[in-house]
Structure formats: structure tokens, C-alpha cells
């Protein structure tokens, strides 16, 4: 009997790790998948169908960083990424806080609160006809700045919730303390509140990169310059009408997936902590 214990007591705490590798193991084939297809040579690449390159070649990488826009692409995305994280997250601790603190004292912020989660339930396809006709009459399609309105739109009310729920979890008594010693509220909100919401911060910044460098179908329609276009279009490049360039879209793909993949490695411990304070505090 005590055997027969052992051993279920064994297999119960095998079996979760075991279906967590077999779930990663599903979700990170199509990606390793791509990586090994784009070090395959173009005279293997569609008659190959061995998993792994017979041998291996970076044809397709100097085809895309010699005769493409690829860093052209790649330098759009960075730049509006960085701009669109930057303004998200300083309008999201701004009004973060603001939901937190006064959210007891003023009327109606509870149902201002819940009205930016309910937001995130709208898909961006309703929006798209009005948002482009919008920048139409006021004459800025085409340009860096709709995108970034834009994205900024649409990664704030996420951002300012999760902040809010953040700010909810910091003890008010350290604002207080702050206070005392003649601090205004914006000064202890930067020197006090700040640095302690540091994982908060690095969560929603984070989450707003993620969206503006994975982003397609507004960058497409407000942008139509190729020097303008960011990652996810100028991939589609790739894609013709009558062919498609497999081998330079797979090394063009693994390129793509590369800054955020040693971004999130980095800042793994900081998007962990400040999801789950964003998610459970409040």
C-alpha cells in the first residue's frame, strides 16, 4: 500500500510538468519549424522535406537584409513602438492613479473603471471605418502620426486599468508619510509611488510594444508608403499575388521575432509580477 502511495504520489506530481512540456512543445513547433526552414538553401528549401536543413545556408538572410527594406521596416516599428510605449505608459500611471486615489471620493470612477475593461472587448475591425475617416477629414493618413494615435488608443485602456489595479495594492500611508514631510501629490506620486509600481510600469509598457510591433491590420490601412511601413506589412511583401517567397519570409519572420524574444527573456520577472498584481490586487 505504501508503495502503491509512492508511486501515484509520484506520477500526480510528474504529470502537470508533463503536460506543460507536451503544450510547449505544440506551441513552439510551427516557430522552430520556421527557423530551421529559413537556414535551408534555395535549392532545398521546396524539394526538401526533411525537418532540418540538409545544409545549412544563409542565402535567404543576405537576401533580406541586402536587397529588402527589411531594417527599414524594422527601424519604423522600433520607432513607434518605443513612442507608443513611452506615451501609453506615462497617460497610464497618470490615470492609473488617478482611478486608484479618488475613485472612493468622486462619483462614477468605479463605472469609468469598468467601462475601460469593457472596452477591450470591442474588436478593432467595428472601429477601423470610422477611425480612418476620421484621419481623413483632418488629413493625416499616411503618416507616422495616425499610427501612433492610433495604437495609443488602443493599448490605454488596458494599460490604465491594469495600473489602477496596481495602485490599488500600494498602502496609501506611504503617500501620507510623503505628505507630511511637504511633498505635493505629484511629488510623491514620482519619487514615492513610482519606484515601489516599478513592476507595474514595466508590465504595461511592455504590453504596449507587444501590441505596435505585432500589429497589422491598422498599419496597413493608414499607411500606404512603403519608407512608412512597420514589420508585420512589410513581411506581406514577401507574399505576391501569383508567388510567394517562402525562404525569405521564414528568415524575414525569425529576424521579426528575435528583439522581442530577447526583450521578454530580459524582462521576464517584471511582466510576471506586474501581470499578477494587475490581475489580483484591487
Known amino acids: ?79 513607434i513602438g518605443v513612442l507608443v510605449s513611452l506615451f501609453s505608459t506615462f497617460l497610464s500611471i497618470l490615470g492609473g492613479y488617478a482611478l486608484s486615489r479618488f475613485k472612493k471620493r468622486v462619483k462614477g470612477l468605479k463605472f469609468y473603471t469598468i467601462f475601460l475593461l469593457a472596452l477591450q472587448m470591442f474588436p478593432v475591425v467595428q472601429l477601423i471605418i470610422p477611425l480612418y475617416l476620421t484621419f481623413q477629414k483632418i488629413g493625416i493618413t499616411n503618416t507616422r502620426l495616425s499610427v501612433f494615435i492610433a495604437y495609443s488608443t488602443f493599448t490605454l485602456p488596458l494599460n490604465i486599468w491594469m495600473m489602477q489595479s496596481y495602485f490599488d495594492g500600494i498602502p496609501y500611508e506611504l503617500e501620507e508619510s510623503g505628505r507630511i514631510d511637504g511633498c505635493s501629490r505629484l511629488q510623491c506620486l514620482y519619487k514615492l509611488i513610482v519606484p515601489v509600481a516599478g513592476p507595474g510600469i514595466s508590465s504595461v509598457s511592455i504590453f504596449a510594444f507587444n501590441y505596435c510591433w505585432n500589429e497589422y491590420l491598422l498599419g496597413s490601412l493608414l499607411l500606404k508608403t512603403d519608407g512608412l511601413r512597420t514589420l508585420p506589412i512589410g513581411l506581406q511583401n514577401f ?23 530577447i526583450f521578454l527573456i530580459v524582462m521576464q520577472k517584471q511582466i510576471i509580477s506586474g501581470m499578477m498584481a494587475g490581475s489580483v490586487k484591487g
Open 1 to 79: 500500500m505504501k508503495n502503491d502511495f509512492k508511486i501515484k504520489k509520484v506520477v500526480y506530481g510528474i504529470l502537470p510538468y508533463a503536460a506543460m512540456i507536451f503544450a510547449l512543445g505544440v506551441i513552439l513547433l510551427p516557430v522552430v519549424s520556421m527557423v530551421m526552414s529559413s537556414f535551408k538553401s534555395p535549392e532545398t528549401f521546396m524539394s526538401s522535406t526533411s525537418f532540418f536543413p540538409e545544409k545549412f545556408s544563409l542565402d535567404y538572410y543576405r537576401n533580406v537584409l541586402g536587397k529588402t527594406h527589411f531594417l527599414k521596416y524594422l527601424i519604423n516599428s522600433v520607432v
Open 239 to 261: 507574399m505576391q499575388e501569383q508567388t510567394t517567397d517562402w525562404g525569405s519570409l521564414m528568415s524575414a519572420s525569425s529576424l521579426a521575432i528575435l528583439p522581442v524574444l
